[in-house]
């Protein structure tokens, strides 16, 4: 009997109202449970914080923002590759990376992807245009499961383009792609997790909840450390892991220009900065000769 991989599959990729609640339902049942016995309590609260923004994201990041980027994606594809679209599917299905084992095709899948995003991630914080639209997600001056799914569409579309790109040229197959949804989509929300763990020995194996929560503190010695979604290895080969001994992460938030608390203002927040970036660009300097007193 073949493996009913779709049955797994299905919630994540076609969500609907009522398997983003059952989902919601079933963290709040683990891991809200987890944070309440294992939270630290030396952690400090640098700002407001909005649950029903969190509320909200629970359910506009799956239903809208994954509706977006799939649309874009279908029509991006559609436009690049026109009418050998086609062809192009037949090589997926039939040769290249299809060929591999499923489970290797997906281990391979989780292992580029993370790659791809760490780097377009670490270009979300040291780009200043891009860090507008990232700032969405380092918002919370919390961190907990609850507020992982604060996205901006944006930073969820040019994310997930820069990683499908490859991965369907490459030619996995589409079970291995979808397969690797569910597990990425476990990571990510325990990672943000409000407890002390570092999973150990697989701390530089797998990202942990304290990994995590140094790449969204506020702390000086903790900005822009721990791109990495999955697998801290890039952190280590390029130079940004960050993961003391014995200390936890404190404060959370963005260190400066904190998006507004509530949704319509967090969607608009980076059009508001990049026009006031446009306008300061665009705004003519004074020769200091011409201004009132500094005259010789």
Known sequence: MPFDWESIVHPF??????????????????????????APRQREATGPRSRWLDLLYWFFTPLVTKFITISVLARLLACIFGQSLEEL????????????????QVGLVLLLGDFIHYWVHRLFHELDFLWPVHAIHHSPTELDWFSSMRMHPLNDLVTRVAQSLP??????????????????????????????????????VIVSPVYHQWHHSS???????????????????????YLPHGRLACRFGCKSDQP????????????????QM???????????????????
């Open 278 to 296: 446009v306008r300061q660009h665009s705004m003519p300097t004074v020769p200091p000769t011409l201004i009132p007193g500094t005259e010789k």
């Open 13 to 38: 990729a076609h969500p609907t109202p009522l398997s983003v609640a059952a989902s919601l339902a079933l963290f709040a049942l683990t891991l809200g449970l987890l944070e309440r016995f294992f």
């Open 167 to 204: 991965l369907y040229l490459l030619g996995f197959s589409l079970e291995a792609i979808l397969l690797s949804v569910p597990i990425v989509s476990l990571v990510v929300i325990v990672s943000h997790t409000n407890v002390p763990w570092t999973f150990g020995p697989l701390r530089w």
């Open 219 to 241: 702390e000086p010695e903790a900005l822009d450390k721990n791109y990495a979604g999955m697998f801290p290895i890039w952190d280590v080969l390029f130079g940004t892991s």
């Open 89 to 104: 599917e037949s090589y997926r299905n039939h040769g290249g990376s299809a060929q591999l084992p499923l489970g290797l």
């Open 260 to 275: 507004p608390e509530h949704l319509a203002g967090q969607l608009v927040h980076p059009f508001k900065v990049w026009t």
